[in-house]
């Protein structure tokens, strides 16, 4: 770890990572290291982990300005980016382009509106279709924690979501 890196953590980002497991019909939720907010690659370490027999996936929210799917799948992991745009100041933005191979130069993003980039329909299966997805991204007048409140009274796990924001302070 260089200099580098070692800054870059002082300057962590506001924000909650927030690992979330449907087992049994049932919903839990946890709270993720504080690395997650910063490191894609931590953030998937961490979620994998966590080896459940059920859906796994994990929520991220940073600075309150955009926020991060991120589902770890056998083959695969599928993410999704509220906010492109967001690449041009954070890390964890851009490394989520850049593993989703999105043809985006940073001289496209510095004039652009903010658009979303990934999977849609990374949580279909377990409660969140894509147009309930995109009809919550619509709404701009929320941040980015209103909209994951959203996301999460959609697919039945608000209350333990809140749990989760309350031990941390938020």
């Not at 652009?112 to 299966?125: C, I, Q, R, T, V």
């Not at 309930?132 to 039945?156: F, K």
């Amino acid at each position: 770890m260089g200099p580098q890196r070692a800054s870059a953590q002082a300057d962590a980002p506001d924000g909650f990572g927030v690992a979330v497991v449907r087992e049994e019909g049932k919903w839990r939720c946890a709270p993720m290291r504080r690395k997650a907010l910063t490191s894609l690659a931590a953030a998937e370490r961490e979620l994998r982990d966590l080896r459940s027999s059920g859906a796994v996936f994990g929520l991220i929210d940073v600075d309150d300005e955009f926020f991060v799917i991120i589902r770890p799948g056998p083959s695969n992991t599928r993410l999704f980016l509220s906010d492109a745009t967001a690449a041009l100041d954070y890390d964890i933005a851009a490394e989520v382009l850049e593993n989703l191979d999105a043809d985006i130069e940073p001289e496209d993003l510095e004039d652009a509106e903010p658009f979303e980039e990934g999977d849609l329909g990374l949580l279909s299966d377990v409660g969140l279709p894509e147009a309930v997805l995109s009809i919550i991204l619509d709404e701009t007048d929320l941040y980015a924690d209103e909209q994951l409140g959203r996301i999460a009274r959609e697919m039945g796990f608000a209350e333990e979501l809140s749990a989760v924001l309350e031990r941390l302070g938020r």
